[in-house]
């Protein structure tokens, strides 16, 4: 089975910059995927990282070490419009399968 | 590029009734899968498809939920008799394939459920 654990809620200041931590134990890695998911809406798809190190896209990062299990998101630059629910999800097999945490909500404040 | 749609958005069943939702992934994804998204949780995988066949369904409650994608298109899941526990939104999601190498999935707007 897998097991996958990310902070309930982080709170930061417009402009500042947010770290999401996700952890995971699994029995097999083909991948780890990061979504946003604004309230009441479909989940969208931000970054993916399969090979250990930082993936850069604008003001999202996500690094990955698939020796400790660990991942996190790095929003940076923050904006009203980045309030929303981050979930980080690991692909466990080789059939596109997601495993999904229960999500990280973040509060962006003026 | 439409994306992947979903009906109805929104559905109020009473318990041991019965609903059924709809999904049509985006044109050319070969994978489809449902979610179920309870509130305050990440979305959890019901079943997955490739083409039509079925390549995952162990979370799926067989015994009342079922889901088909006949044609390798488009796709129903089914609720037969509902419970207050299925209150959730219902996810659908595509990708292009296995075959390719490409798992990004596409989700659609979801169908919010509310059992009574």
């Known amino acids: 089975g897998q097991n996958i654990d990310q902070p309930t809620e982080m709170t930061a200041t417009e402009g500042a910059i947010v770290q999401i931590n996700c952890t995971y134990q699994t029995s097999g890695f083909n991948g780890l995927f990061w979504y946003q998911q604004h309230a009441g809406e479909a989940p969208t798809f931000l970054s993916y990282?399969?090979?250990?190190g930082l993936e850069e896209k604008g003001r999202f990062s996500s690094f990955l070490s698939r020796s400790k299990g660990y991942s996190y998101l790095l929003l940076k630059e923050l904006q009203m419009k980045d309030s929303a629910s981050y979930l980080c999800?690991?692909?466990?097999?080789?059939?596109?399968?997601?495993?999904f945490g229960a999500g990280t909500q973040v509060v962006v404040t003026p | 590029e439409a994306g992947v749609a979903q009906s109805p958005r929104y559905k109020i069943i009473e318990k041991r009734q019965s609903v059924a939702f709809w999904c049509n992934p985006i044109s050319g994804h070969a994978t489809l899968y449902w979610y179920q998204q309870i509130l305050g949780q990440g979305p959890k995988l019901l079943i997955q498809f490739q083409n039509n066949g079925v390549v995952d369904d162990s979370q799926l409650p067989k015994d009342r939920f079922s889901a088909e994608r006949l044609k390798g298109v488009d796709s129903t899941l089914k609720i037969q008799p509902a419970k207050l526990e299925d209150s959730a939104v219902y996810l659908c999601?595509?990708?292009?394939?296995?075959?390719?190498?490409?798992?990004?999935?596409?989700f659609g707007p979801g169908t919010r459920l509310t059992v009574t």
């Open positions: 999601a595509s990708s292009l394939g296995v075959s390719t190498g490409d798992y990004e999935q596409y």
């Open positions: 990282n399969v090979l250990d």
């Open positions: 999800a690991v692909r466990g097999d080789s059939w596109g399968k997601l495993q």
